[in-house]
């Protein structure tokens, strides 16, 4: 089946740093959606970007189909972004999402 | 609702019990999905309803495991026979339908504790 993988896993940035996450996949897919995961555990929701870019507020994605990869850019960090990143594709007819490990985001005040 | 719901937040068994997890998806989504969360296996796919229909069952581990909905609305995932290998959070989401084309959205989980 088709492989997620993001990189780095552990990430330490200090307040104000500006991050790229990584995630490649080995196969087409149908879609990519970008996920934060805070301390209580709740998946949130962040980009939902079958290709070209997207932007909201810090945030910013890009997912490149043909070179089967996305990245997510955090600008600016703040200690609330804080968390777990993960990326999860869409292939197949059923929708079903195939995530990534995840990257954990420390950012410390 | 505003989003998806899921009860219990929390539960712990003793194993061998049988336990049943509910999810309310956001109102007018047609498509539903179960997923678990585990240390060791990351997020993995559970199964998939179009309506009341299943028709991807292939991520439930074993036959201990099934799941229905009703009403094209709410789901339950049983669990018979709980092990201790089930201890993880169940997660649900939810989309306006096939999710090739529609976002899902994520409820905030069961966390369940075998004992």
């Known amino acids: 089946g088709i492989q997620v993988e993001q990189s780095p896993p552990d990430l330490i940035l200090q307040e104000g740093a500006n991050s790229t996450l990584r995630c490649n996949f080995s196969d087409s897919v149908n879609n990519l959606q970008w996920f934060h995961q805070n301390p209580w555990g709740q998946l949130i929701n962040l980009f939902y970007?079958?290709?070209g870019t997207k932007q909201n507020g810090r945030l910013s994605a890009t997912t490149v189909a043909t070179e089967r990869y996305s990245l997510l850019y955090i600008s600016s960090s703040q200690t609330t972004d804080s968390g777990v990143y993960f990326c999860a594709v869409i292939s197949g007819n059923t929708g079903k999402l195939i995530f990534g490990q995840g990257t954990t985001l420390q950012v410390k005040p | 609702g505003a989003g998806v719901s899921q009860s219990p937040s929390n539960k712990v068994t003793e194993k061998g019990k049988d336990v049943e997890l509910r999810c309310d998806p956001i109102s007018g989504h047609t498509a539903l999905y179960w997923y678990r969360q585990s240390l060791g296996q990351g997020l993995e796919f559970l199964i998939y309803?179009?309506?009341?229909?299943?028709?991807?069952k292939s991520g439930l581990p074993s036959d201990r495991f099934s799941a229905e909905r009703t009403g094209g609305s709410v789901s339950t995932l049983t669990i018979q026979r709980t092990q201790q290998e089930d201890s993880a959070v169940y997660l649900c989401?939810?989309?306006?339908?096939?999710?090739?084309?529609?976002?899902?959205?994520f409820g905030p989980g069961t966390r369940l504790t075998v004992t």
């Open positions: 309803f179009q309506g009341n229909s299943a028709p991807d």
């Open positions: 989401a939810s989309s306006l339908g096939l999710a090739d084309l529609y976002e899902q959205y």
């Open positions: 970007i079958p290709s």
